[in-house]
């Protein structure tokens, strides 16, 4: 059983496009959600926290739905140096211990 | 700006040899960790280190591996004796005191660490 799930992609989108990921969690108790974007044989890096009201950071905006445990997130614009592996990450209530999810890779094209 | 910083950066070891990663986490922070990628698959977490103790451990996580913070800005993961399976990226994070459980996490640019 996967406990965060993401389709692996690869996305193949223009410069300009808008994207959207999509990621599932299976543990109900799941407390902390996160987009951490990884470039190739690089460290993850925070690019936003999920709130249950959802939240925007300029081009970037992540959802959540708690009751079908369901995480997204839309780029808008995309630009090529947006092109990176996208994970979805998820903190269970009482834990510290972060669980990623495989990743969707990005590869915006000129 | 403050980052996490590992040393070093490729380690190659021989099966059954003991290995040190090195940590130095950003100063102010007090809970740290250390998460591994293998080529190919998921970052999966190892380890988390709070008030000079093992706060939380996952499966991977047995007997082969410790952790210590020799001094006051040292974090280190010993493997006891390598496997070929342990090659992997090994990652070291670290975190401020919880200021909410969106609190991030920041990462090290990792040791690869590989197993002949």
């Known amino acids: 059983r996967k406990e965060v799930e993401q389709d692996p992609g690869p996305f193949n989108v223009p410069e300009g496009a808008t994207v959207a990921f999509n990621c599932t969690y299976s543990?109900?108790?799941?407390?902390?959600f996160f987009w951490y974007r990884q470039d190739c044989r690089k460290e993850p890096k925070l690019l936003m926290s999920v709130y249950s009201s959802g939240n925007e950071d300029g081009r970037f905006t992540a959802q959540l739905n708690r009751a079908s445990q369901y995480i997204s997130l839309l780029i808008r614009d995309s630009k090529l140096s947006d092109s990176a592996t996208y994970l979805c990450v998820v903190r269970d209530t009482g834990r510290r211990a972060l669980t990623f999810g495989s990743g969707t890779r990005l590869q915006v094209q000129p | 700006e403050p980052e996490v910083t590992q040393t070093p950066s490729h380690q190659v070891t021989q099966m059954g040899q003991e290995v040190i990663l090195r940590c130095v986490p950003i100063s102010n922070h007090l809970y740290f960790y250390w998460y591994r990628q293998i080529l190919g698959q998921k970052v999966e977490f190892l380890v988390s280190f709070y008030n000079n103790e093992i706060s939380e451990k996952s499966e991977i996580f047995d007997d082969q591996f410790s952790v210590e913070r020799p001094d006051g800005s040292n974090f280190t993961l010993k493997i006891r004796s390598t496997k070929l399976e342990d090659s992997a990226m090994y990652f070291c994070a670290s975190s401020e005191w919880d200021r909410g459980m969106n609190t991030e996490a920041f990462f090290g640019q990792g040791t690869r660490l590989t197993v002949v």
């Open positions: 543990n109900s108790a799941s407390q902390s």
